[in-house]
């Protein structure tokens, strides 16, 4: 079974306007990390965030969000007042338990920002 | 610059010749991650080395891969009688294993060509 599923390889948002980014996961450890990485044409990895397993928050930094439902494992990145520069590759991954050698990432999704 | 960095960018070579791949992590991580990212698609994980513990070699694809690092920094990755399927962006990270999150830090990748 895939670790980290990206079920939207591509996606449109209208500037302004939020846009969620779909990712499940799979696994029986209890502790684990999840975050989202944004590859934008130049190819360069830029981290976006983070959550972690037992964190009861959902995890937030400026305009990314991380909508974490446990029970369901999902961990979906929503993006508030889209920008043409939020265009790029979006890449969700897991780290399982305290291996830190055991990072799983998805298959991407391309987003696409319409002025 | 404090951040990874990768040499070279790109890299033409031709069918079964050997190719050299170099990383320079951030200073003080102690974990350094080569992963391989075919065309449009997710990062496949390679290789891990943590401090001077034994690497994880599980995701190599054949051994006609190999890799080192040197001192617990610089990491070669050594691709020997190159196929043209090993044509891809060549991703290093490093991250600092017992940071709150241990997220990795990429470099801008070095972007293989094999004729």
């Known amino acids: 079974a895939q670790k980290i599923t990206q079920t939207q390889p591509g996606m449109f948002v209208q500037e302004k306007e939020a846009v969620t980014l779909d990712c499940t996961y799979d696994t029986s450890d209890q502790s684990y990390g999840l975050f989202w990485y944004k590859q934008p044409s130049s190819g360069e990895m830029i981290f976006l965030i983070y959550q972690g397993s037992y964190d009861e928050q959902n995890a937030t930094e400026g305009r990314y969000s991380l909508n974490f439902q446990k029970a369901r494992k999902s961990a979906n990145l929503v993006i508030s007042a889209s920008q043409l520069g939020d265009s790029a590759m979006y890449f969700c991954a897991m780290r399982e338990g305290y291996n830190f050698n055991k990072f799983y990432f998805g298959s991407g999704t391309k987003l696409n920002v319409k002025p | 610059g404090a951040g990874v960095s990768q040499s070279p960018s790109n890299k033409v070579t031709e069918k079964g010749k050997d190719v050299e791949l170099r990383c320079d992590p951030i200073?003080?991580?102690?974990?350094l991650y080569w992963y391989r990212q075919s065309l449009g698609q997710g990062l496949e994980f390679l290789i891990y080395?943590?401090?001077?513990?034994?690497?994880?070699k599980s995701g190599l694809p054949s051994d006609r891969f190999s890799a080192e690092r040197t001192g617990g920094s610089v990491s070669t990755l050594t691709i020997q009688r190159t196929q043209q399927e090993d044509s891809a962006v060549y991703l290093c990270a490093s991250s600092f294993v017992g940071s709150s999150y241990n997220e990795q830090f990429f470099g801008p990748g070095t972007r293989l060509t094999v004729l």
């Open positions: 200073s003080g991580h102690t974990a």
């Open positions: 080395f943590q401090g001077n513990s034994a690497p994880d």
